[in-house]
């Protein structure tokens, strides 16, 4: 995942207080990591409602990252 990314979400996740995010942007840290099926559909519904682009690319980022198996 790109650090550039994370560092949005990270900013993201403070501005809104999304600590389920948080949570899926610690997880990134972690090459052994293994997020839920719930983490996905939550993640998913995320990318889908948001507006900002540049925060919707840094979702999807960590989307193909966790999931893009």
């Not at 993201?12 to 942007?25: E, M, P, S």
Request: one cysteine or more; hydrophobic letters at 40%.
């Amino acid at each position: 995942m790109k650090e550039y990314s994370r560092i949005i979400l990270e900013q993201y996740c403070k501005a809104h207080r999304k600590r389920k995010l948080a949570r899926l942007v610690e997880l990134s840290y972690d090459p052994a990591c293994e997020a839920t099926d719930a983490d996905a559909i939550y993640l998913e519904k995320l990318i889908n409602q948001e507006e900002d682009a540049e925060i919707r690319a840094a979702l999807k980022d960590l989307d193909d990252y966790l999931f893009g198996w």
